[in-house]
């Protein structure tokens, strides 16, 4: 079993900057993927940023150029710098992890329970 705990959402002004951090814990073995989606109101869930296991990190176009994802493998976090932010980009994010609990098992898939980011006009 994996946990997901997520940090760092609040309010900010468009224009500002927000930095989300997220730490996996408990039985890990392999964490093949990890990143973060967002899920504005009434909306479906979205991919942000996002890396998998042995490729570089996969940034939603809407994202690109102002967030940035850093992860510290050892540690087993990930954290999401987000510069310019925009009305459109409030929502609550969410931190995912695929994790293998042994060489040859399944790939299951964690999430965090959610940080809001509003961002005001």
């Known amino acids: 079993q994996v946990q997901l705990v997520e940090s760092g959402g609040g309010l900010v002004q468009a224009g500002g900057s927000l930095r989300l951090s997220c730490a996996a814990s408990?039985?890990?073995?392999?964490?093949?993927?990890m990143g973060w989606y967002r899920q504005a109101p009434g909306k479906q869930r979205e991919l942000v940023a996002t890396?998998?296991?042995?490729?570089?990190?996969n940034y939603a176009a809407s994202v690109k150029g102002r967030f940035t994802m850093s992860r510290d493998n050892a540690k087993n976090t990930v954290d999401l710098q987000m510069n310019n932010l925009k009305p459109e980009d409030t929502a609550v994010y969410f931190c995912?992890?695929?994790?293998?609990?042994?060489?040859?098992?399944?790939?299951?898939?964690?999430w965090g329970q959610g940080t809001q980011v509003t961002v005001s006009s």
């Open positions: 995912y992890a695929g994790h293998q609990s042994g060489p040859y098992s399944p790939v299951l898939h964690y």
């Open positions: 408990g039985s890990i073995f392999r964490i093949n993927a």
């Open positions: 890396f998998i296991s042995g490729s570089s990190t």
